[in-house]
C-alpha cells in the first residue's frame, strides 16, 4: 500500500481552501492511488469555520483522506509536512494592486516559513498562493535555511491557465491544443505571458492569430485578469485559484510531457538576466519531482524589455521586504 502523503493547507477555511481541500481530497493533485494526511491551518477567529469544512470533508468520505488535523499554530499544521499549499492571507480589494498586500501579507510568511523549517519533512515542497505570492515565497524561503530554496515556489499556473483560455477563445481550439504558453516574472500586472514560444496543435500561435492582438488585447486581458474578477465577483478568484494550485503541485509530482513546458516562480540563478534569488516565473520543464528552466529561448528586444521590467518590478518589491529577510 502507498505511504499516505501528508499536505498541508494554509488558510483552509478561506475561500481558496474550500475549493482546494475537494480537489486534494479526492485525488485530483497527488493521483487516484495517493491517500493523503490532510493538515490544516488558520487563524483563531476562523477555527470555527474550519470545523464546519472539516465536517463537510468527513461527508464526502473521500477514500483517499487518511487523516484530517486542524490547528492555529503552525509549527503544528507543519508537522512532518511534504507538500505545503501556503494560501492564508488577506485579499486585495478592487481599489489595491497586488503589491499594496505585501505589509500585510508579508509578516504571515516569515513565522510560516520558521515554522516549515523547523517541522517539515526532508522532502517537503512549497507552493505559495497568497498575494503577492512571489514576494511571499521569497520572504518563506528566507526564512527557512534548512530547506533547500528550490523547494519554495509561488503561483503563476493561474496566469498560463487564463492565457490558454484566451486562446481557446480566440481560435475556438481546446486546452489541450495549446501547449508552452509560458509567464514570466511576478504575478502582478508586469507579468509576461510569452506568446511567441507557444504552440496551438503544433504549430506556432503567431501564425495563428494576428500581432495586434497578441500585443493588445490578450496580454491586457491576461495580466489585469485578476482585478476583472473582483470586480465582477466581488471576491477575488477562488475555484480557478485552487484549481491551478493542483495543477502546480501534480506538474512537480507527475512531471510535463516530452517537449513541453510550463510556468512556475522559482528562485532565479541569474538565467536569462533575472537577478538571482527573486523568486521569478521562468518556463521549466519537469522529471522525477525536479524542475530545470527551458535554456536557450530567444526573445525580441520588446519581449526582452517585458522580462526586464517585471524582475525590476520584483527587485522593488523584495526592497520593500528588506526587514523581513534576516
Ligand atoms: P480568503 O480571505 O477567502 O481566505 C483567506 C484565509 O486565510 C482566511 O480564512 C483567513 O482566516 C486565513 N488566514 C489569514 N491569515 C492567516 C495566517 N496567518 N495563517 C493561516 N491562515 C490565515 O482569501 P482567498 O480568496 O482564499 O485568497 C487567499 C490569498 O490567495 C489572497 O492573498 C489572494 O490574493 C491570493 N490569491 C492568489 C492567486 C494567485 O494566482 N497567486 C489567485 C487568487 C488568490
Ligand atoms: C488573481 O490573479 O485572481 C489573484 O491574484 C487575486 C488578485 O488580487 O488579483
Redesign the pocket.
Known amino acids: 500500500m502507498t505511504a499516505p502523503l501528508t499536505v498541508s493547507v494554509t488558510g483552509a477555511a478561506g475561500n481558496i481552501g474550500y475549493a482546494l481541500l475537494f480537489r486534494l481530497a479526492s485525488g485530483s493533485c497527488f493521483g487516484p492511488d495517493q491517500p493523503i494526511k490532510l493538515r490544516l491551518l488558520e487563524i483563531p477567529p476562523a477555527m470555527g469555520a474550519l470545523e464546519g469544512v472539516v465536517m463537510e470533508l468527513m461527508d464526502s468520505a473521500f477514500p483517499l483522506v487518511h487523516s484530517i488535523d486542524i490547528s492555529d499554530d503552525a509549527n503544528v499544521a507543519f508537522a512532518g509536512c511534504q507538500r505545503a499549499f501556503l494560501v492564508g492571507s488577506r485579499?486585495?480589494t478592487a481599489d489595491m494592486d497586488?503589491a499594496d498586500l505585501i505589509k500585510v501579507n508579508g509578516p504571515i510568511f516569515t513565522g510560516q516559513g520558521r515554522a516549515l523549517n523547523d517541522n517539515a519533512a526532508d522532502d517537503v515542497r512549497v507552493i505559495v498562493v497568497g498575494?503577492p505570492?512571489n514576494t511571499n515565497a521569497l520572504i518563506a524561503m528566507h526564512s527557512a535555511p534548512d530547506v533547500p530554496n528550490e523547494r519554495f515556489t509561488a503561483m503563476t499556473r493561474?496566469?498560463q491557465n487564463r492565457a490558454i483560455g484566451q486562446i481557446c477563445g480566440k481560435l475556438g481550439c481546446q486546452a489541450a491544443d495549446v501547449s508552452n504558453m509560458a509567464i514570466w516574472g511576478n504575478?502582478s500586472n508586469t507579468m509576461f505571458p510569452d506568446y511567441h514560444h507557444a504552440q496551438v496543435n503544433g504549430r506556432p500561435l503567431t501564425e495563428q492569430v494576428s500581432e495586434a492582438w497578441l500585443q493588445g488585447e490578450f496580454l491586457q486581458t491576461v495580466a489585469t485578469?485578476?482585478?476583472a474578477?473582483?470586480n465582477a465577483r466581488g471576491a477575488?478568484?477562488a475555484a480557478s485559484?485552487a484549481s491551478a494550485a493542483v495543477d502546480h503541485m501534480a506538474s512537480w509530482e507527475m512531471g510535463t510531457a516530452a517537449g513541453e513546458f510550463t510556468s512556475m516562480a522559482v528562485p532565479s540563478q541569474g538565467d536569462y538576466g533575472v537577478p538571482e534569488g527573486l523568486i521569478y516565473s521562468f518556463p521549466v520543464t519537469i522529471s522525477d519531482g525536479r524542475y530545470t528552466l527551458v535554456p536557450g529561448l530567444e526573445h525580441g528586444a520588446e519581449a526582452q524589455a517585458k522580462i526586464q521590467a517585471t524582475a525590476d518590478e520584483l527587485v522593488a518589491e523584495r526592497d520593500a521586504v528588506a526587514d523581513l529577510l534576516g
Open positions: 485579499p486585495r497586488r498575494n505570492c493561474l496566469d504575478h485578469r485578476g482585478k474578477i473582483i477575488s478568484s485559484a
